[in-house]
């Protein structure tokens, strides 16, 4: 089992950047691909980020592409999220997840998920 705690979150204007942290335990992570997940009210669960576990991988979504920043720390079992230039569109609960398959990365299909961090961006 991997327990996956999320921390970060919070409320932020338009324009600003926040950093988002998933701290793991149970496992260690190396070989498994971490991912960024948000979902805002009304809306399904939709892919932000993934990497990898070679950490040189990584994937976006197009509407964070360029903007967002996935990061990992296997020696630290961490990944982060470094959220810039952020935009009221950004605004949802912010997941991060892990999963020890090769082929799932933009699938909202993780073995494991965290419990979510709230990020409201205000215009």
């Known amino acids: 089992q991997v327990q996956l705690v999320e921390s970060g979150g919070g409320l932020v204007q338009a324009g600003g950047s926040l950093r988002l942290s998933c701290a793991a335990s149970?496992?260690?992570?190396?070989?498994?691909?971490m991912g960024w997940f948000r979902q805002a009210p009304g809306n399904e669960r939709e892919f932000v980020a993934a990497?990898?576990?070679?950490?040189?991988?990584?994937y976006y979504a197009d509407s964070v592409k360029g903007r967002f920043t996935i990061s990992r720390d296997n020696a630290k079992n961490t990944v982060s999220l470094q959220m810039d230039s952020l935009k009221p569109e950004d605004t949802a609960i912010y997941y991060c997840?892990?999963?020890?398959?090769?082929?799932?990365?933009?699938?909202?299909?993780?073995?494991?998920w965290g419990q979510g961090t709230q990020v409201t961006v205000s215009s």
């Open positions: 997840a892990a999963d020890s398959r090769y082929g799932i990365v933009r699938s909202p299909r993780y073995e494991y």
């Open positions: 149970g496992r260690t992570l190396s070989r498994y691909t």
């Open positions: 990497s990898r576990w070679s950490a040189s991988t990584t």
